[in-house]
């Protein structure tokens, strides 16, 4: 394979050459590439094909004790430290100059208490090998739409699943988390130990330490009934405002998605599907067949082209959305509705429906609500999710001009439904930079940046979301001089 080095990376293969990372790659079990190395453009690939990573070096630890050693060369280096499991949150971390990107994809034991409910994982464990462990057991979990999505990923970001109305985000139902912190030291926090990062974990991303296992709860459950309605396109507008009314009625036990879609013509894409566009809606029901298809009477009554709904194990939960299944190179961004009114469907169908020409491949409404938006007190820092509706939408990007048109429409479906936008963001959902204060109430925001800055002062780990550590600047002389308090933020430290 030849390598072309860019710039960034010429000048962290010379300082490689004044860096010990052979001494590195001796001391640990798993690898360590840098630039230069045969295998470095495998190494430094994300599951977005997307997305184009150069750090100063690729580190790809086997245990908790390879993970010790990179934080501590790092530290001692003067790096940073990027961890991640698959990269599919890859986009919103750009420049990754000085950056040791810690890949934990060797990472894989999944162990599961059938007496407790909980799931024990290490770091790049993959919801599609938790569900298929937990149904040996009669257990499901709180998976995302996607099997190949990192479970400690969408675990610190938040983790919105399938029976996210009824159980909370995935983050709420953490147990336990074991990680490498930026003073080397592999810790466990939970309820009773290290409470305060075990907090800010939970919905806080990755900017307090390298996770190497994550502890969870499962549920006793071993199938669902669920489906897909789908629809011509060309009925967008009464399917998504019939399924707008539909919403209100549905209790928590109903977690639901309305969406557009377009299928490329490509082999993947089953028949009658491939090439074509629809509106659909998604849902999953907790509750008997009787109680939920007499739910459905209002949308199977629009006559829908293919309705699939039936029974659907836990473990085959993650082919519903739909989601591709192995790495793609794709862009896209979300965004969280306050409400969504039949002016916001309008506008919604009005840039991604019939006629619009869409190079998005998927526009979805997530409903939220229910215990999606209840602050239990042993909730961590995204202790719920302040918005009715959660909205993604996506498209291929196989080029760079491709991307940046993909893009603009992602942009038109924003500006659309800016006049509905709940002020806040979803870290899962945000694949580009962000101010981390849109993902989190002002208060929140304060307290995860004065545990960053204790346990993380030096800012070693570098989150897709990053959560800057609090300056230690006092306030201004002249505020103090005329006694007013100092800044809430800089007080806190
Ligand atoms: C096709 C697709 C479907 C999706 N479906 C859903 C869904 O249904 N519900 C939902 O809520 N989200 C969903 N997401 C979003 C997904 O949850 C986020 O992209 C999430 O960040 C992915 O986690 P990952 O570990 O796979 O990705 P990565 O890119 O590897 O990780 C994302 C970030 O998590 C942190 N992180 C990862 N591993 C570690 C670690 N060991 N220690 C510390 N920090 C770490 C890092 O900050 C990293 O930058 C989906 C995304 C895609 C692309």
Do not use: C
């Not at 990107?101 to 799931?119: C, F, G, N, Q, Y």
């Amino acid at each position: 394979m030849t390598t072309t080095l860019q710039e960034a990376e010429m000048t962290a293969l010379l300082s490689a050459r004044e860096l010990d990372y052979a001494g590195l790659h001796a001391r640990i079990d798993g690898d360590v590439v840098v630039p230069g190395d045969e295998n470095w453009d495998e190494a430094r690939q994300a599951w977005n094909l997307a997305a184009d990573q150069r750090p100063a070096a690729v580190a790809i630890p086997e245990s908790a004790d390879d993970v010790k050693a990179i934080v501590d060369f790092a530290r001692e280096s003067g790096l940073r430290i990027a961890p991640q499991g698959t990269g599919h949150n890859s986009l919103p971390l750009r420049d990754l100059e000085g950056t040791i990107l810690v890949k934990t994809h060797r990472m894989r034991a999944v162990s599961i208490d059938a007496e407790r409910e909980r799931a024990w994982v290490q770091a790049g464990v993959l919801w599609m090998e938790v569900t298929a462990a937990a149904a040996e057991h009669g257990l499901g979990a709180l998976a995302g739409s996607s099997p190949d999505v990192g479970v400690v990923g969408y675990s610190l970001g938040g983790g919105i699943s399938w029976l996210a109305r009824k159980h909370g985000l995935a983050a709420n139902n953490v147990t336990a988390v074991e990680l490498v912190t930026a003073d080397g030291n592999l810790v466990r926090a939970d309820a009773e130990h290290n409470a305060d990062l075990f907090w800010a974990l939970r919905g806080g991303g990755g900017s307090f330490g390298v996770v190497t296992a994550l502890e969870f709860r499962l549920f006793p459950l071993t199938e669902v009934y669920g489906g897909v309605l789908f629809f011509p396109v060309e009925r967008a507008s009464v399917v998504l405002q019939s399924w707008r009314e539909w919403v209100e009625t549905v209790p928590e036990e109903v977690t639901s998605v309305g969406r557009i879609l377009n299928f490329p013509p490509i082999p993947d894409i089953p028949e009658p599907l491939r090439g074509g566009s629809f509106v659909v809606v998604e849902a999953v029901s907790l509750l008997t067949v009787a109680a939920t298809d007499e739910l459905l009477e209002p949308l199977r009554a629009l006559g829908p082209a293919m309705d699939t709904f039936g029974p659907i194990p836990m473990d085959k939960l993650h082919h519903l959305h739909m989601d591709p299944e192995h790495p793609v190179p794709g862009t896209g961004d979300g965004m969280m509705l306050s409400e969504l009114t039949p002016e916001a469907v309008d506008a919604f169908v009005a840039v991604t429906g019939p006629g619009t020409g869409t190079l998005l491949l998927s526009t979805e409404i997530r409903h939220a609500g229910g215990a999606l938006a209840r602050r239990d007190p042993g909730n961590g820092a995204l202790a719920s999710i302040d918005a009715r509706f959660v909205v993604f939408a996506v498209g291929m990007a196989m080029t760079p001009e491709m991307k940046a048109a993909v893009e603009a429409r992602v942009d038109e479906v924003k500006e659309a439904l800016a006049p509905w936008d709940s002020g806040s963001d979803y870290l899962n959902f945000s694949e580009r930079p962000r101010d981390g204060r849109r993902f989190y109430r002002a208060e929140t925001y304060h307290r995860l940046r004065a545990i960053k800055t204790k346990h993380d002062p030096g800012h070693l780990f570098r989150s897709s979301h990053p959560i800057p550590p609090a300056t230690k600047r006092p306030a201004p002389a002249r505020l103090r001089r005329i006694g007013r308090p100092a800044p809430r933020a800089a007080a806190r430290v």
